[in-house]
């Protein structure tokens, strides 16, 4: 299967800082997601990004396919970010997911 | 409209008893994904369904994994004989469709199985 590789593992950020995750992926993909997991464990949908990219408010995501990667910024980081961040992508009838890069930010 | 749902939110049950676990998808969605998340890790694909077509059982662990889907809505999944490394939290997800544009996966809050 595809090899997704999320860079950094963890991040601690002072709150307003800004920062960059990285998805790479060994492989071409169909899709690509963005989640959050918050501390209770809940998924939840950030960007459906197989190419270009996409602003959501503070949060905006570039994904490269032919390079193979995705980058996730996120700006003026507030304590509600933290949790773990995981990129996840699409081939056939599979999603496969990075191992995450896990964000505390820091009042 | 309403979200994926699981049951239940949590399960303890004893080594070698067997569990279910349930997903209601959201309406309309055709496909539906299994996941396993053992303690600090990524996901791990277990099963996918979509429509009527023959699940991808690819990503089960052992033959004490099954799972099937009823309708072509909730699903079910079953671990017989648990055993103590089945600990672990179940997701699942469901999307419009399977493939192409339309296979953006949105997860129900998870099961957490705890075997004693």
């Known amino acids: 299967g595809i090899q997704v590789e999320q860079s950094p593992p963890d991040l601690i950020l002072q709150e307003g800082a800004n920062s960059t995750l990285r998805c790479n992926f060994s492989?071409?993909?169909?899709?690509l997601q963005w989640f959050h997991q918050n501390p209770w464990g809940q998924l939840i949908n950030l960007f459906y990004i197989p190419s270009g990219t996409k602003q959501n408010g503070r949060l905006s995501a570039t994904t490269v396919a032919t390079e193979r990667y995705s980058l996730l910024y996120i700006s003026s980081s507030q304590t509600t970010d933290s949790g773990v961040y995981f990129c996840?992508?699409?081939?056939?009838?599979?999603?496969?997911f990075g191992t995450g890069t896990s964000l505390t930010v820091i009042p | 409209g309403a979200g994926v749902s699981q049951s239940p939110s949590n399960k303890v049950t004893e080594k070698g008893k067997d569990v279910e676990l349930r997903c209601d998808p959201i309406?309309?969605?055709?496909?539906l994904y299994w996941y396993r998340q053992s303690l600090g890790q990524g996901l791990e694909f277990l099963i996918y369904f979509q429509g009527n077509s023959a699940p991808d059982k690819s990503g089960l662990p052992s033959d004490r994994f099954s799972a099937e889907r009823t309708g072509g809505s909730v699903s079910t999944l079953t671990i017989q004989r648990t055993q103590q490394e089945d600990s672990a939290v179940y997701l699942c997800a469901s999307s419009l469709a399977g493939t192409g544009r339309y296979n953006e996966q949105f997860f129900g809050p998870g099961t957490r199985l705890t075997v004693l």
């Open positions: 309406s309309g969605h055709t496909a």
């Open positions: 492989d071409s993909v169909n899709n």
């Open positions: 996840a992508v699409n081939t056939g009838n599979q999603f496969y």
